[in-house]
């Protein structure tokens, strides 16, 4: 939920996340499909909440999570609901950009939403005070990282190695994205794509979806444990 990136290359979207977290979080369930709403809901599932930072729905939409928006805020003893849950309001809605338009954020923690929709890409973001949504262009590629772990300077740092990789990559695909997440400075702890800071906050789990000739793949990595939930497909 802390590094996303999209892809656009040879007729075919990535949609990569590592999610960075406290070692002494509960650890996560491997991605299931859920009944929501109606809906097929595939997502890894964080029990402490319930909630999520990655899910794919059933017609090819994508919902992912990061802390924060555009810069660090302070924290409050207690907020309302999980963001995680956000994830899963959004994405289990008839339309999930009306769902944003209409939904309630007040008491909610800030945060970045990556959607990916009827072959669109959005980013919605929410800073305690106002809720944006941009459509970005589906055809370039991007980078986020949350402003929560990562300041400015590191997150422009971050950018420029993403584009340094695109252009020495002339052949992108779903193997190389994912080795970019989980190399990448990897001597870099701190800041790093694949991060250990004193034991207590690690990058905990990569994961990936690709969409490809009417295909959608899921692919999920556990770091900590090295278990994986590959390949799962399904045609949109």
Not at 163 to 169: L, P, V
Not at 194 to 200: E, F, K, P, Q, T
Request: charged share 25%.
């Amino acid at each position: 939920m802390c590094t996303v990136t999209y892809v656009s290359t040879n007729s075919k979207v990535i949609i990569t996340s590592n999610r960075d977290e406290k070692v002494l979080r509960q650890k996560a369930i491997l991605p299931k499909d859920y009944l929501i709403n109606g809906k097929k809901i595939t997502f890894p599932k964080d029990p402490k909440a319930g909630g999520t930072w990655f899910a794919v729905a059933e017609e090819g939409t994508i919902s992912v999570l990061l802390n924060g928006a555009n810069e660090k805020h302070e924290l409050r003893e207690k907020y309302r609901k999980s963001r995680g849950l956000i994830v899963l309001d959004i994405i289990s809605a008839e339309n999930p950009l009306l769902e944003w338009e209409m939904i309630d954020l007040e008491g909610i923690e800030p945060f970045t939403i990556v959607l990916f929709h009827q072959n669109n890409l959005y980013q919605a973001q929410w800073n305690e005070i106002n809720k944006t949504l941009v459509q970005l262009n589906v055809n370039e590629n991007y980078i986020w990282s949350s402003s929560t772990l990562y300041s400015q300077v590191v997150r422009s740092q971050r950018a420029k190695w993403f584009t340094e990789f695109i252009e020495n990559n002339s052949s992108l695909n779903e193997e190389s994205m994912m080795h970019f997440h989980r190399y990448t400075m990897e001597d870099n702890a701190e800041f790093g794509l694949v991060i250990n800071r004193n034991d207590l906050l690690k990058t905990l789990s990569i994961t990936q979806t690709v969409i490809e000739n009417n295909r959608l793949t899921l692919t999920h990595v556990d770091l900590q444990n090295e278990e994986f939930f590959p390949n799962n497909q399904t045609s949109l």
